[in-house]
């Protein structure tokens, strides 16, 4: 049976039974959407606010997921979409390219880190993982090293819900029950992780052992059998984790040494949500391969890309082609709202609003740490995290399933922010965020934190 959408605020019942029988909603039970309240059916947007079917307004503390850079309700890059549409929508990736496809490749060499000069399309950030896997072990063995399969990724980092960027996450404890085994070859050492740091160090006494550690894995298995290394270069999934000073040199220095391509997986660091058009750009750090999507084209289409520097690509000269495609990388009508995203953050400054309000938004939530349970406080431009504890001389989290986490997410939403938060509240804003915004959800996160303390008895 049809729904009618002309008025969906009349259709809100009719149109939240259908979604609940007929859409399974990702990372969620089956029926979330009928037995879940926090689960919405948004309608419009327009800036940092989305409206949902009932008409509440919230603000988008999430940017989605991560990744609205310039904000909801953009008609240009609509607009830029459905003139490309018109003429030429789509073209076989293997046969041939696009006008659009050219330039966005073009200008992402002109504005990625250092050398990184090459583009590979697809349709987003898992597949760009899984892409740059692919290029990784098959550069290596064009170059006469085919022994170096093995990846090593950081525990509790995220790179995606595809089988090989799941295996290179290191969020095994989330997927092991029902995906393992996981890829051959994977291995996992520890995050930069200060505040919970796995070596019971303090920096700079520590001298960065978290990047030494894996300088000893990649000696312990044998460098010629190593691939790659892959890192955020700030991790979202681990809690808003920034690496100390110094580590991400030490680590391009470690990978150089033995050999060992470094992939700087930016999908969601990039595009300016740091204060930096990349992350990198905070340590003067080139990746060998740099994996982007979410704000490439901020979710108006799906796309995303692999950056390669010039000596990857050139191992496939020749006979040597890439033996990996994507049915719908380089879609040239996603590659025009790319383009059309990309000027408006550079046009209107958005690189630069991230870094001023981050600033500012940083400062509001350093004046949270009056509340009992916040143990920590991180961000690099707009992406930031509070990261909640029991105890701040134990650190004892609270458990995702817990009801203090489930009240502090209903009183989240209660008054007007949709974010994500467990332990850790994070925040990664559209970079249009205004200053008013910005104070709005530090006072919400201030007025919840508190409900939470008094009702649970941690005030």
């Not at 590979?120 to 899984?130: D, N, P, Q, R, Y």
């Not at 901020?298 to 990857?312: D, E, K």
């Not at 104070?439 to 649970?456: K, N, Q």
């Given at each position: 049976m049809s729904i009618a959408i002309t008025d969906p605020a009349s259709n809100e019942a009719a149109l939240r039974e259908a979604g609940s029988e007929h859409i399974f909603m990702h990372a969620s039970p089956y029926r979330a959407l009928a037995k879940d309240m926090g689960k919405r059916i948004l309608v419009e947007g327009k800036g940092c606010i989305v409206k949902d079917i009932?008409?509440?307004?919230?603000?988008?503390?999430?940017?989605?997921?991560?990744?609205?850079?310039?904000?909801?309700?953009?008609?240009?890059?609509?607009?830029?979409?459905?003139?490309?549409?018109?003429?030429?929508?789509?073209?076989?990736?293997?046969?041939?390219?696009?006008?659009?496809?050219?330039?966005?490749a073009t200008h992402l060499a002109e504005i990625t880190p250092g050398d990184l000069g090459t583009a590979?399309?697809?349709?987003?950030?898992?597949?760009?993982?899984?892409s740059a896997i692919k290029i990784a072990r098959q550069y290596h063995y064009h170059n006469g090293?085919?022994?170096?399969?093995?990846?090593?990724?950081?525990?509790?980092?995220?790179h995606g819900a595809t089988y090989g960027a799941m295996s290179v996450s290191g969020t095994r404890p989330n997927a092991e029950p029902y995906h393992?085994?996981?890829?051959?070859?994977?291995?996992?050492?520890?995050?930069?992780?200060?505040?919970?740091?796995?070596?019971?160090?303090?920096?700079?006494?520590?001298?960065?052992?978290?990047?030494?550690?894996?300088?000893?894995?990649?000696?312990?298995?044998?460098?010629?059998?190593?691939?790659?290394?892959?890192?955020?270069?700030?991790?979202?999934?681990?809690?808003?984790?920034?690496?100390?000073?110094?580590y991400w040199k030490r680590l391009r220095e470690i990978c150089d040494k033995h050999g060992v391509l470094l992939i700087t997986d930016e999908v969601i660091n990039g595009f300016g949500r740091t204060g930096k058009m990349f992350a990198s750009e905070h340590w003067d750090l080139v990746g060998d391969i740099l994996t982007m999507a979410k704000g490439l084209s901020?979710?108006?289409?799906?796309?995303?890309?692999?950056?390669?520097?010039?000596?990857?690509?050139e191992a496939f000269e020749g006979d040597?082609?890439?033996?990996?495609?994507?049915t719908y990388g380089g879609h040239a009508a996603a590659c025009a709202a790319a383009l059309a995203n990309i000027a408006i953050i550079e046009n209107e400054g958005l690189v630069e609003n991230s870094a001023k309000m981050g600033a500012h938004l940083l400062e509001g939530l350093n004046g949270l740490r009056h509340h009992p349970i916040v143990g920590d406080v991180r961000g690099l431009g707009l992406i930031a995290g509070v990261e909640l504890v029991k105890d701040r001389e134990?650190?004892?989290?609270?458990?995702?399933?817990?009801?203090?986490?489930?009240?502090?997410?209903?009183?989240?939403?209660?008054?007007?922010?949709?974010?994500?938060?467990?332990?850790?509240?994070?925040?990664?804003?559209?970079?249009?965020i205004t200053k008013d915004e910005v104070?709005?959800?530090?006072?919400?996160?201030?007025?919840?934190?508190?409900?939470?303390?008094?009702?649970?008895g941690y005030a």
């Open positions: 009932d008409g509440n307004e919230f603000i988008d503390a999430l940017a989605g997921l991560w990744l609205v850079n310039v904000g909801h309700g953009r008609s240009e890059i609509g607009d830029a979409m459905a003139k490309q549409a018109s003429m030429l929508a789509y073209a076989s990736s293997t046969q041939a390219t696009t006008i659009p496809a050219i330039q966005l590979f399309f697809c349709s987003g950030g898992s597949e760009a993982v899984e090293e085919p022994k170096r399969q093995k990846v090593i990724g950081r525990r509790g980092s995220y393992s085994p996981f890829m051959h070859g994977v291995l996992h050492a520890s995050p930069p992780y200060c505040y919970r740091c796995d070596f019971r160090q303090t920096f700079p006494a520590c001298d960065l052992l978290c990047a030494d550690q894996i300088e000893q894995m990649i000696q312990y298995e044998s460098p010629e059998t190593v691939a790659a290394v892959i890192a955020e270069p700030v991790s979202a999934s681990n809690g808003i984790v920034i690496p100390p000073d110094g901020s979710g108006y289409a799906p796309i995303g890309a692999v950056m390669c520097r010039p000596h990857v690509v040597n082609k890439l033996t990996h495609l994507l134990t650190k004892e989290k609270f458990a995702e399933s817990s009801d203090e986490i489930k009240h502090l997410n209903d009183g989240l939403q209660e008054r007007g922010l949709l974010t994500r938060a467990n332990h850790i509240i994070s925040l990664s804003p559209p970079l249009c104070e709005r959800i530090v006072s919400i996160l201030d007025d919840a934190i508190g409900d939470l303390e008094r009702t649970f």
